[in-house]
Every structure is written in C-alpha cells, then in structure tokens.
C-alpha cells in the first residue's frame, strides 16, 4: 500500500556471515532462499504496520529459522550453554532496549521488546530469563542436534554462521532496528555480544544499523552508532558506513552493516566476504 504523502516504505534484513559458505554451497543458498521468502514476508508486514512493529515481526521470523545463529539454532557456549542476546531500537523515540546472555526463550527480540517501554531496558542473564517468564513468555530450549554436533566436535572455527537483524523505513518515515544473535559461539559463558549494545544495533530519526561479524571488533569501532551519527551530521549512509569500516583497518576488525536511511538510501558493506543479506527496495529485492 503506497498513499500519496506517505514515505516510500524500505526493509533491509542480514543473516550475518557464515563460515560454511566457503565450502557449503547448499547452506548458502538455503540461507538465501529463507532470507528471500522473510525479506518478502517483513516487507508485506510493513504495508499495514510501523517500523519498529516490523522489525521485532521480522527478526522472530528469522530467530525461528534455525540455519541462523539466532533464537532456535543458536550456537553453544564452551560450558554448554546457549545464552542469546538481542536488541532493538526505534528511531522516533531513541529508546533502546535488549537482552544479554538471555537463556530458555524461543524469541529473545521478544523480551527486547517488552522493556522498550519500561524505565529499566537492558536486562541480562538469569534477571533477563526471570522478567521474561513474568511476562508470560514461556521455556523454550533454542538447542538444534545440528548446533549440538557442532559443539561436541569442538568446530571451534564456526565462528560469525548467522547473527540476524532488520532495519525498517515505514510509510510514515520512521525507523527502526532490531539484532538478535547467539553469539560467536563456544566462547567463555557470559561473554557480551555487540549485537545488544547501541555499537551492534542502533537507530535515530535520520538512519538505522544492524552489525553483524566479531562482537569485540564491532564495539571497539562502535559501528552502529558511529554510522547513524555520521548520517545525522550530513554524511551519505554509504560515505558513514565506508569511513566507518574503514576505521577497523588499523586492527584488521571483522564486521557487516546493514543500514538504511530516512531519504530512502539502502546499502550493505562488509570487512569479509560471505555475509547474506536481502532488501526490499523499491519493490526489488536484492542478494548477496
Ligand atoms: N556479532 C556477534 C557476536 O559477536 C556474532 C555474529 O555476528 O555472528 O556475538
């Protein structure tokens, strides 16, 4: 639904990197195909819903997909655990909200968005777990065989498989972002993830950011904010996100953005090859 007046509505989403496509060609396509079919479903969402309301619709779709490493399918840390974290941001308002280290939900963007109004909005760990069963969310356990395997084989290297996150333009011209992650995998229980700090996920009224890649990098470079601050201040989304991965040069950071901006721009950069991404922009959708 396009009315006179209204801004050209935008949807950009990212399945984060993943290392198996180097030798994994099916994974790769299967990932591009679920982003394909999300990336459509988010953006019919859209048509008669907000931004932020589009972006929490769209990062469930893909937390319950469990080719990503995000909700249902995400990856264990050393002690065996899956602790989750995610994050969303409205533009309009700037509140953030999000989750760290969150155990026993199936959506973790879920919980997220339940605090985004409260005066307290970044829980971790087991007051994260206890705030969600409050709210009525029920026990899931995220746990895959395939993410089972994984771990017991000790594929250390299965690194940076599948962060997810979506940014939204809507009709109104509002924006919003939301990431939700399990982390690096098998890394030390309680480690933070970028993907719930304002350097991994962040909004305004001029641009929105989803990072995906390694959290320390992505935090180090605060690539998120620093994107949507360079926007603010008069910076094309392409010339923010350019100067801003630059910036990881010195210290060989690894990361992905995705962005979009209140004028309608699109755009996707990474540090390394293999990151899937899709977009709905002007009706076309685009692939990585
Ligand atoms: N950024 C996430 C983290 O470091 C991982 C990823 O994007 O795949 O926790």
């Not at 249902?72 to 953030?96: E, V």
């Not at 690894?254 to 709905?280: C, N, Q, R």
Request: proline content about 3%.
């Amino acid at each position: 639904m396009r009315t006179f007046g209204l801004k050209e509505m935008k949807l950009i989403i990212h399945g984060g990197f993943f290392s198996e496509s180097a030798t994994n060609k099916e994974v790769k396509l299967a990932k591009q195909a679920a982003l394909r079919e999300i990336v459509q479903s988010g953006y019919q969402y859209l048509q008669m819903h907000s931004a932020l309301e589009t972006v929490v619709f769209t990062v469930r779709l893909l937390e319950d997909n469990e080719l990503f490493n995000a909700g249902t399918g995400s990856q264990i840390q050393s002690d065996g655990k899956i602790r989750m974290s995610a994050a969303l941001m409205d533009g309009k308002s700037m509140a953030f909200s999000g989750v760290i280290n969150l155990e026993g939900v199936q959506n973790p963007i879920d919980v997220a968005e339940k605090l985004l109004h409260l005066p307290d909005r970044v829980l971790s760990g087991q007051g994260a777990q206890d705030f969600a069963y409050k709210q009525g969310i029920p026990y899931y356990n995220p746990e895959t065989p395939q993410r089972r395997s994984e771990y017991e084989q000790k594929l250390a290297n299965a690194l940076r498989t599948g962060t997810v996150g979506c940014v939204s333009l809507d009709a109104q011209g509002n924006l919003a972002a939301a990431t939700s992650t399990g982390g690096k995998g098998f890394e030390i229980p309680c480690r933070v993830s970028d993907s719930a700090t304002v350097a991994g996920n962040y909004a305004d009224t001029y641009a929105g950011i989803s990072c995906t890649g390694v959290g320390e990098d992505i935090v180090s470079g605060a690539v998120a904010a620093k994107i949507v601050t360079r926007v603010s201040d008069g910076m094309s989304l392409e010339a923010a996100t350019a100067k801003t991965l630059a910036e990881l040069k010195p210290f060989d950071g690894f990361a992905g953005v995705i962005g979009l901006s209140a004028k309608g721009e699109v755009y996707h950069l990474d540090t390394h090859p293999y990151m899937v991404w899709a977009a709905y922009d002007e009706g076309v959708e685009v692939f990585d």
